[in-house]
């Protein structure tokens, strides 16, 4: 396991007293985790870019569709993914196949009555082990 400094660097109060990080690497690390095995991004790839791993407003606003996705480019990586709100059992049947692409959000923040989403299967905040492929869930304990 990678602590937060390993993945990022150091962090540090900032004059409000909250804490904030210091991002080592190139901008790329601000939008993009890349390892032996995964692609974790915020929102996804758009492969129709000549370089789509360089386009970062895709990173952080694309919405993907996680079933018609050209998985070629990946070569054999698996892209874990948030920005898409999708409901707990898609996320776990796509976690327990082991899926190619993964999405992990839950609409952690809908928790209330909402005019699109069934928030009886939103809510949870999704975390990965990326090496057992362990999910874990937790659901939003904040009045929002």
């Not at 694309?62 to 698996?78: A, M, P, R």
């Amino acid at each position: 396991m990678y602590s937060f400094t390993d993945c990022f660097g150091q962090s540090f109060p900032r004059n409000d007293g909250k804490i904030v990080a210091s991002l080592r690497g190139t901008k790329q690390s601000l939008y993009l985790l890349n390892n032996t095995n995964f692609f974790i991004v915020h929102g996804g790839f758009d492969f129709k870019k000549p370089n789509p791993f360089k386009d970062f407003s895709s990173m952080i606003q694309l919405y993907i569709d996680d079933d018609n996705y050209d998985t070629s480019i990946l070569k054999g990586k698996k892209l874990i993914h948030g920005h898409k709100v999708n409901e707990l059992q898609y996320i776990q049947n796509k976690v327990n196949e082991k899926s190619q692409v993964i999405p992990l959000d839950n609409g952690c923040a809908y928790i209330k009555k909402h005019k699109i989403y069934d928030t009886s299967k939103t809510g949870n905040l999704c975390c990965l082990d990326l090496e057992s492929f362990q999910l874990y869930l937790q659901l939003n304990i904040d009045i929002i």
